[in-house]
């Protein structure tokens, strides 16, 4: 079949890598994809916001199956736009409709919906500028530190974890005065819960579902998790302490709740679903919904996928996901992202990569890169690039991953020398 794959970074070329793979991808076209894809399929310059380019696209190109990298076009309704038009609506969709993409474009929205299926969460209530008083009396009745989040998309930056009361009332009054725009108009407040973060990935029809292997990601740009927030800077999968007992409680307390809520909701929803989970001594609670996979755990999770990934995603748009078995790699999966010098703050585009030696046992995944008309690759983005490495134990496979991350070079690359080392430490514990 045809397929047409949205999205630009590392979780689509770890995407359109897997889908190439499979025996029955005929062509694969990625928008706008980086250099990266273009070695595995056919980049092609669409606006992925404007539905009926898309569109056009699809049908000029006979294009059997749509599969949405990012949450943008998914909260914009492209999935709704297929459907509703009748000469594309027999085109599969991997991606769910708007109302199930609101479980990531709508904090309040998806923290009822956690209420409804009696799904562990933290204690909530969300407020308004009208409810000001409200919102400051619920701030009170809680313990240090308080968690403020936007209620709409912000970019990852909408979220607060403040330290004192003060200084938590003070930000709230700015989210609610419009600090992050129409997004922070609603703000939900939420106990603090302290525990592991880790992730959990589940690819569903709505009816059916499969449970994707675990992941952690490192989000601050410094090591030990200090500094400022980024797209993300490694992953690791599977995550140790999410064993079997664990992966249960998952199951039960939240995955299926989950799919069961959609279904008794009518919500048609085809796609992955992106758990973020708190560990809090042994059970897991629900930080948010995002209704794609994750980027840079796509980049470890993907590669550990035995299964042909073009017949989980064709089962996925069909309804037909019962008929569909995981097959998963039981080694470990390192990634190690490399970005520009000064991300995530200024940095610069157009640096001339060198990608050292090639090692068949790592595999390179492009975030931010392009190819310039001389045919050097050149940097284009903050997230630049990076290696994945499988091996038997997660030492082994850490040390892979950075050994091939240290011989890929251009002028001011970063990179965070502890991923993973984290999982290692609690480990030998
Ligand atoms: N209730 C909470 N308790 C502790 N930490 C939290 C809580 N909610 C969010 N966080 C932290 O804030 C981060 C961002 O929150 P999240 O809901 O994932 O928003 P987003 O990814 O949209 O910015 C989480 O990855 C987690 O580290
Ligand atoms: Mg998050």
Excluded at 4 to 17: D, N, P, V
Excluded at 286 to 305: A, C, K, L, Q, W
Aim: overall charge negative; hydrophobic content about 40%.
């Amino acid at each position: 079949m045809n397929i047409l794959l949205l999205g630009s970074g590392g979780r689509e070329h770890a995407i359109a890598f897997k889908i190439a793979q499979s025996p029955l991808c005929k062509s694969l076209y990625i928008a706008p994809g980086n250099a990266g894809t273009a070695a595995v399929g056919e980049n092609v310059s669409l606006d992925m916001s404007d539905f009926p380019a898309v569109g056009r696209f699809v049908l000029d190109h006979h294009v059997d199956m749509l599969v949405v990298g990012p949450e943008a076009p998914l909260v914009a309704g492209i999935a709704d736009y297929f459907k509703a038009t009748p000469e594309l609506s027999q085109v599969l969709v991997v991606g769910p409709c708007k109302e199930g993409a609101r479980l990531e474009g709508s904090k309040d929205y998806a923290k009822a919906f956690m209420m409804r299926h009696k799904i562990p969460t933290a204690r909530y209530q969300t407020f308004t500028r009208e409810t000001l008083a409200d919102a400051e009396a619920f701030l009170d009745t809680l313990l240090a530190p308080y968690v403020l989040k936007a209620d709409g998309l912000a970019a990852g930056k909408g979220v607060l974890i403040e330290p004192d009361l003060a200084t938590a009332k003070a930000h709230l009054r700015e989210m609610l005065d419009g600090k992050f725009g129409a997004a922070s108009a609603s703000v939900v407040i939420e106990e603090y819960l302290s525990g592991i973060e880790l992730s959990v990935f589940v690819l569903t029809d709505g009816q059916h579902y499969l449970l994707l292997p675990s992941a952690k990601d490192y989000k601050r740009i410094g090591e030990d998790d200090t500094g400022l927030n980024t797209g993300g800077m490694g992953s690791i999968s599977p995550v140790p302490f999410a064993d079997k007992e664990f992966m249960k409680k998952v199951e039960e307390r939240i995955v299926k709740p989950t799919v069961r809520g959609l279904r008794d909701e009518k919500i048609d929803y085809h796609g992955f679903i992106f758990v973020g989970l708190m560990c809090c001594n042994g059970d897991p609670y629900v930080i948010e919904y995002n209704v794609r996979m994750g980027d840079p755990e796509t980049e470890s999770v993907f590669p550990r996928i035995k299964s042909d990934v073009v017949e989980l995603l064709e089962h996925t748009a069909r309804g037909t996901l019962d008929r569909a078995s995981l097959t998963v790699d039981q080694r470990s999966a390192a990634c190690v992202m490399m970005v520009a010098g000064g991300y995530p703050e200024a940095y610069e585009k157009g640096k001339v990569i060198t990608l050292g030696e090639e090692n068949a046992d790592v595999l390179v995944f492009h975030c931010g890169t392009k190819m310039n008309d001389e045919g050097q690759l050149l940097t284009n983005g903050g997230r630049v690039i990076c290696t994945t490495a499988l091996a038997a134990t997660l030492p082994e496979a850490i040390l892979k991953s950075y050994n091939r991350a240290h011989s890929i070079t251009w002028d001011g690359k970063y990179l965070r020398h502890d991923i993973g080392q984290d999982l290692l430490k609690l480990m030998a514990l």
